[in-house]
């Protein structure tokens, strides 16, 4: 048994976590001041976990320090490969050739890249709203124009706009669609039949597509991940991102897999891309891989039970806030819009009136107004602390 319950200090770790709130979240310096002291905040915004790396992948870290050099790394031997592509087997049913793996230093960063190569100048990114920032971060930072797909909500439960997705991917301009699977912040898990529908979409309308799966592994109990380019395994303009950043808190470690199937873009992918690892980090996700599991399975009943704890705990105490147990992710998207005017600074009020770090709002570029999105990957005690000072706050307002 894993003790998720244990309260990790991560100060003087430079965790953004912990000391890159006031640049991240409110584009400010040192000199922004709150009512809280630093340390009494209760965290629940950037997504990683307040629980420890499980020590199968310390282990694999340390026999990698014993060999003592640290020289230039690229992963050259086939057992990296073999370790991911085999939890890709178990776990998903889908596979791939060893040729066609890449690697990133993130997914990110990854994505920064593969829009310059994808996209001519003129041409467009198109996504799901609301989204992780970077998505329409990659897309400006190479002067492409991002187009902008709004999921619907109903009763807290999100869907895909079909005819709004195929009006919009049908403009000859659009070039790229980037999913998130399962997506981040609604956490949901799309079925194959909806994954079915985007690809046909895309492949109607010759798109490339690139498939973030980065949230794959961190489902609710019961639930199935099913990769894109399992339901289109002939279609090579489909690159599939996974990492084991999220899955096993990680992300500082910077190691993401990247899949190309197709020759041309991963040539310039090869020629462009600056080829090397970190031998930590290669041990440490190899080993994720092939002894991790245990570990996710026991992580994956405790976020079970943090997201129970938080349904119920909404419902008695903020009765106006809509939220559904996500089906993925350890991140609650939460509608507390009954309570606030429009243009109120969601992340600002709650982290001056509760003492609790989130995001939320424009954070996620659009169709998130009102909503406050809750990192629930910590320990119970926390959590609970953190959800009596959300509601505290908004009931006192
Ligand atoms: N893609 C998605 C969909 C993500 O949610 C994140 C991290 C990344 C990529 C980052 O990938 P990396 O470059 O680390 O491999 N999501 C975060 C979030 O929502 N808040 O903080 C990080």
Redesign the pocket.
């Known amino acids: 048994m894993y003790n998720f319950n244990e309260i990790i200090d991560r100060r003087n770790t430079n965790a953004m976590n912990t000391d890159g709130f006031r640049e991240y979240i409110f584009h400010a310096d040192k000199t922004m001041t709150f009512p809280y002291k630093d340390e009494e905040f209760v965290r629940m ?4 976990m307040e629980f420890a790396t499980p020590d199968v992948i310390i282990e694999g870290i340390k026999e990698r320090l014993d060999k003592s050099i640290f020289g230039y790394t690229r992963i050259l031997s086939d057992d990296y490969y073999n370790a991911f592509v085999d939890w890709c087997r178990r776990r998903y049913g889908w596979s791939f050739e060893r040729e066609h793996l890449v690697m990133s230093n ?4 990854a ?1 920064f890249e593969l829009v310059d190569y994808i996209c001519e100048l003129d041409e467009k990114v198109i996504f799901f709203t609301p989204s ?1 920032a ?1 998505f329409k971060y990659a897309a400006d930072f190479h002067n492409r124009e991002s187009v902008f797909t709004d999921l619907v909500e109903e009763e807290g439960d999100f869907y895909v706009d079909f005819e709004n997705l195929e009006a919009k991917a049908s403009d000859e301009k659009t070039k790229l669609f980037i999913l ?1 699977n399962p997506h ?2 609604t956490g949901r898990v799309w079925s194959e039949e909806e994954l079915r529908r985007m690809g046909e979409i895309c492949i109607e309308n010759d798109l490339w597509i690139i498939s ?1 799966e ?2 794959c592994d961190l489902l609710r109990s019961g639930e199935k991940h099913i990769p894109l380019a399992k339901v289109f395994p002939d279609y090579d303009k489909l690159i599939t ?1 996974m ?1 084991p ?2 899955t096993f808190n990680m ?1 500082g470690l ?1 190691i ?1 897999n990247i899949i190309i199937p197709n020759d041309d873009l991963r040539s310039i992918w090869l020629s462009r891309h600056y080829n090397f690892d970190n031998p930590l980090s290669v041990a440490g996700a190899q080993a994720a891989y092939e002894k991790g599991e245990p570990w996710l399975e026991e992580l994956t009943e405790y976020l079970d039970e943090n997201f129970r704890f938080t349904k119920e705990y909404l419902s008695a105490n903020l009765p106006k806030a809509v939220f559904n147990i996500p089906q993925a992710t350890y ?1 609650a998207w939460v509608d507390v819009g009954e309570y606030f005017k429009k243009d109120e600074d969601l992340p600002m009020f709650f982290a001056y009136e509760a003492g609790v770090l989130l ?1 939320g709002g424009n954070m996620f570029v659009q169709n998130s107004d009102g909503y406050i999105r809750l990192n629930l990957a910590c320990p119970k005690t926390i959590l609970e602390e953190g959800l009596k000072r959300i509601c505290e706050a908004v009931n006192n307002k």
Do not use: F, R, T
């Not at 915004?45 to 990683?48: C, G, I, Q, R």
């Not at 993130?106 to 960063?109: A, S, T």
């Open positions: 915004w950037v997504a990683d993130g997914i990110i960063p994505l992780y970077y998130c981040n912040p973030d980065i949230h991102c990492a950043s999220k992300a910077m993401s991140l995001e």
